[in-house]
């Protein structure tokens, strides 16, 4: 809690300490002493005063102007919260060496020696005759170029930070800028703000059309609508998974977004084509009418990644070469009986078999199917028959948890795909220039893939090697844009087998029963059930409540399974029984306050033994968006979160990077693919009901092993069973495979 603070006011001083930075947002706590008279209830023993807020990155030494206002903090007393943070240059001795010093590169001894030298005239030495810089005794006429270069670029950067943040625009950011224009970062803003969009990451439309408006640009200006487009296209990529959108309904949908008229769209998207900030194509798709042609209006990641996915797989499945080529006729017959006669390996139908002729056979293959119907097993028989052969394979998926119970399942080595592929901080390893030396690649839970995933994974393996995609293409279809799977079946380039009979073992399972079910459109049953039951909840408020109790007692109690080996899923994050709810509540009840360590980072709670999941790729720690751990420990001196994941991996975070962590007590159902969970409970409500889809629910229940409980509304289990209604998503990558 903090006071209401009093109206504006101005603050300037030395930087003493740097206690906290956060480089990602600029956020600070700074011990400052302040220049000229503060209060003696803002300063503590020493004279400093704490700014907390975003500035730009200072070391001891810096001048600052502030402006912000006083408050008090219960915990941590009074501060000055900086809204407005500019480095400047301080006019005393003492204040000038220090920011000399500050300087990357001009150490404390050549400080004193230039003011030493030059005395009052410093300042003016450096801005108007640095090459009298050499005059003092140690400075070579080169080091004196490098001090003066060393100062011009602060001073620009003071300048641009100074500009830049008279439009609202954060101290990283300004930085950011600066980094990308230099001393040109004025003028570029000025003449097209909105390319601040394409060149700095972090800056997106939204920024960028507040740093417009504020120049005084035209609301219907054509810098304003070409990146319009742009934004459009990025929101429906991120929002509804499209590679491209059609062109009148880009058109459509960028007037809407900027408030324009459609007559200017269009004429925008002429000069972006042209320019090649959008690509535009034609694509024969089917539609509910038949064959149709679009004029399709891409983003270049997405119209390259479609083009070189459709031409790499072209080229696998049609040239002769292939690593597999011994494996024919007779010899193949006697191997699969080989296969087939193995204990260890149950034994095969006639459709199995078929598959994994397949696979050995065939470059591009497909094996899809529902829970219960035999992937694994199918695919042990193909990892033994190419061990039998002594051929190569190399296993992956999608998501880390997926792979290591694909390595599980298999008993052989499986990794991420983006471990598979080597990322480094140049790029993937594993490239067309450097592509997997192997056999086979076999990548489990394909349905996750998306299309710029594919790309990089597609483009690493030779023509002669085969890819064999395994996935319930029943499921949702990836987080990111594209609809790889689907649309390679749909193509008709790969070998598809559906294996659709359900096994003996599986017959038992209600968990197996209903996912088929529910995947026909039927509803769940219950009676006789141990592994599949509901608790119907008529009121949306009470569901959060019968969530914690289920998970915390019900569960543990009756079926001997630990809460922590529980996953509650949601399929909205907001309202009722959203996943934003269940986490706050499931949190109290599961680790609540006093027992270990917490800290508050911003506006969530971490307490050691939090269930946390990574919410972004983070390739420098090795950690990817879904990976889940749990908090190991809080070191408030390091200010570090020691998180241990599943693949029993410690990984440290700086409490700045929090922001890549979040709860996962409770989680989406689209951040639940590819992983399994011993018990699965998942809230079902009616007011989730743009989310209420057959896919979604299927998705689920599938992501159960050994007990479902759902919790809710009957008729929002209804909805979910009908809508059968998959979300269309606007992907040119079966019409350019075929």
């Known amino acids: 809690m903090t006071e209401q603070p009093t109206p504006q006011q101005t603050l300037r001083g030395t930087v003493e300490r740097v206690t906290f930075h956060n480089p990602e947002n600029g956020y600070s706590v700074l011990r400052l002493r302040p220049e000229g008279r503060v209060a003696a209830r803002y300063t503590n023993r020493e004279g400093l005063v704490t700014v907390v807020g975003v500035v730009p990155e200072v070391h001891p030494g810096a001048m600052l102007e502030l402006h912000g206002d006083w408050t008090r903090h219960d915990k941590y007393g009074e501060?000055?919260?900086?809204?407005?943070?500019?480095?400047?240059?301080?006019?005393?001795?003492?204040?000038?060496?220090?920011?000399?010093?500050?300087?990357?590169?001009?150490?404390?001894?050549?400080?004193?020696?230039?003011?030493?030298?030059?005395?009052?005239?410093?300042?003016?030495?450096?801005?108007?005759?640095?090459?009298?810089?050499?005059?003092?005794?140690?400075?070579?006429?080169?080091?004196?170029?490098?001090?003066?270069?060393?100062?011009?670029?602060?001073?620009?950067?003071?300048?641009?930070?100074?500009?830049?943040?008279?439009?609202?625009i954060t101290a990283r950011l300004a930085s950011k800028i600066?980094?990308?224009?230099?001393?040109?970062?004025?003028?570029?803003?000025?003449?097209?703000?909105?390319?601040?969009?394409?060149?700095?990451?972090?800056?997106?439309?939204?920024?960028?059309?507040?740093?417009?408006?504020?120049?005084?640009?035209?609301?219907?200006?054509?810098e304003r609508v070409e990146a319009g487009l742009a934004y459009a296209l990025q929101e429906a990529a991120g929002r509804d998974g499209h590679t491209y959108l059609p062109r009148a309904e880009l058109v459509e949908q960028c007037g809407e977004l900027?408030?324009?008229?459609?007559?200017?769209?269009?004429?925008?998207?002429?000069?972006?084509?042209?320019?090649?900030?959008?690509?535009?194509?034609?694509?024969?798709?089917?539609?509910?009418?038949?064959?149709?042609?679009?004029?399709?209006?891409?983003?270049?990641?997405?119209?390259?990644?479609?083009?070189?996915?459709?031409?790499?797989?072209?080229?696998?499945?049609?040239?002769?070469?292939?690593?597999?080529?011994?494996?024919?006729?007779?010899?193949?017959d006697a191997l699969l009986a080989r296969v087939n006669a193995e204990s260890d390996i149950a034994a095969l139908t006639e459709q199995q078999q078929a598959a994994v002729r397949v696979a050995l056979t065939h470059k591009l293959s497909v094996l899809t199917?529902?829970?219960?119907?035999?992937?694994?097993?199918?695919?042990?028989?193909?990892?033994?028959?190419?061990?039998?052969?002594?051929?190569?394979?190399?296993?992956?998926?999608?998501?880390?948890r997926a792979a290591k119970r694909l390595g599980q399942a298999t008993g052989h080595p499986a990794q991420t795909i983006h471990r598979l592929l080597g990322w480094t901080a140049e790029g993937f390893e594993h490239n067309e220039d450097n592509p997997l030396d192997t056999d086979l690649v076999v990548i489990d839970e394909a349905s996750m893939l998306d299309l710029r995933l594919a790309n990089d994974l597609i483009e690493a393996i030779k023509a002669d090697t085969h890819l064999l995609l395994v996935g319930d293409v029943d499921q949702l279809p990836s987080v990111g844009a594209g609809d790889v799977l689907r649309d390679i079946i749909k193509s008709g380039v790969a070998h598809v087998t559906r294996l659709d009979a359900i096994f003996r073992?599986?017959?038992?399972?209600?968990?197996?029963?209903?996912?088929?079910?529910?995947?026909?459109?039927?509803?769940?049953?219950?009676?006789?059930?141990?592994?599949?039951?509901?608790?119907?909840?008529?009121?949306?408020a009470k569901v959060t409540g019968w969530v914690v109790?289920?998970?915390?007692?019900?569960?543990?109690?009756?079926?001997?399974?630990?809460?922590?080996?529980?996953?509650?899923?949601?399929?909205?994050?907001?309202?009722?029984?959203?996943?934003?709810?269940?986490?706050?509540?499931?949190?109290a009840a599961l680790n609540p306050p006093g027992r270990v360590a917490e800290k508050k980072i911003g506006g969530a709670i971490f307490r050691a033994g939090d269930r946390l999941m990574q919410v972004r790729n983070n390739y420098e720690k090795g950690v990817f968006n879904g990976d889940i751990g749990r908090?190991?420990?809080?070191?408030?001196?390091?200010?570090?979160?020691?998180?241990?994941?599943?693949?029993?991996?410690?990984?440290?975070?700086?409490?700045?990077?929090?922001?890549?962590?979040?709860?996962?007590?409770?989680?989406s159902v689209?951040?639940?693919?590819?992983?399994?969970?011993?018990?699965?409970?998942?809230?079902?409500?009616?007011?989730?009901?743009?989310?209420?889809?057959?896919?979604?629910?299927?998705?689920?229940?599938?992501?159960?092993?050994?007990?479902?409980?759902?919790?809710g509304m009957r008729q929002a289990i209804r909805i979910a069973v009908q809508n059968n209604k998959i979300a269309k998503r606007y992907s040119g990558l079966a019409a350019r495979l075929k």
């Open 369 to 400: 199917g529902g829970p219960g119907t035999g992937k694994t097993t199918t695919l042990r028989a193909i990892i033994r028959a190419l061990e039998l052969t002594e051929h190569r394979f190399l296993l992956a998926s999608p998501t880390g």
């Open 631 to 667: 908090l190991h420990a809080i070191d408030p001196d390091n200010q570090i979160l020691r998180v241990a994941f599943d693949d029993d991996r410690f990984v440290d975070y700086d409490f700045s990077e929090s922001d890549e962590l979040t709860h996962a007590f409770a989680i």
């Open 79 to 168: 501060q000055f919260q900086a809204v407005q943070a500019i480095k400047t240059v301080p006019a005393s001795r003492h204040g000038l060496e220090q920011y000399l010093i500050s300087i990357k590169g001009i150490g404390p001894k050549t400080a004193a020696r230039l003011l030493d030298h030059f005395g009052d005239d410093t300042r003016a030495v450096l801005d108007n005759a640095p090459e009298r810089l050499s005059e003092v005794r140690g400075i070579s006429a080169n080091f004196a170029r490098r001090v003066a270069r060393l100062w011009k670029e602060d001073a620009q950067g003071r300048e641009v930070q100074i500009f830049l943040q008279g439009y609202g």
């Open 670 to 711: 689209h951040k639940s693919q590819g992983s399994e969970y011993p018990a699965v409970v998942i809230a079902l409500l009616t007011g989730h009901y743009v989310m209420l889809q057959r896919n979604l629910f299927y998705t689920a229940v599938t992501r159960a092993e050994k007990l479902v409980v759902l919790v």
């Open 505 to 540: 073992q599986a017959e038992g399972s209600f968990i197996i029963t209903n996912a088929h079910r529910i995947n026909q459109g039927f509803e769940p049953v219950y009676k006789g059930a141990n592994d599949f039951f509901y608790f119907g909840i008529s009121d949306p």
């Open 258 to 332: 900027l408030d324009v008229r459609v007559e200017l769209v269009e004429g925008a998207v002429e000069r972006a084509c042209e320019a090649e900030f959008i690509y535009q194509d034609w694509l024969e798709v089917e539609s509910e009418t038949g064959k149709e042609t679009v004029e399709a209006i891409y983003l270049r990641p997405y119209y390259y990644g479609e083009k070189d996915v459709a031409y790499r797989l072209r080229a696998m499945t049609r040239t002769p070469a292939s690593r597999l080529a011994g494996l024919r006729g007779a010899d193949l």
């Open 549 to 587: 109790d289920i998970v915390q007692n019900r569960i543990p109690d009756t079926f001997g399974i630990p809460s922590g080996d529980v996953q509650v899923l949601a399929p909205m994050y907001r309202g009722a029984a959203g996943v934003n709810e269940l986490n706050e509540a499931l949190q």
């Open 178 to 222: 600066y980094q990308e224009y230099g001393a040109s970062a004025i003028d570029a803003v000025k003449r097209n703000p909105y390319q601040l969009a394409r060149d700095v990451r972090g800056i997106g439309f939204l920024t960028a059309d507040r740093i417009a408006q504020t120049l005084g640009l035209a609301h219907d200006a054509p």
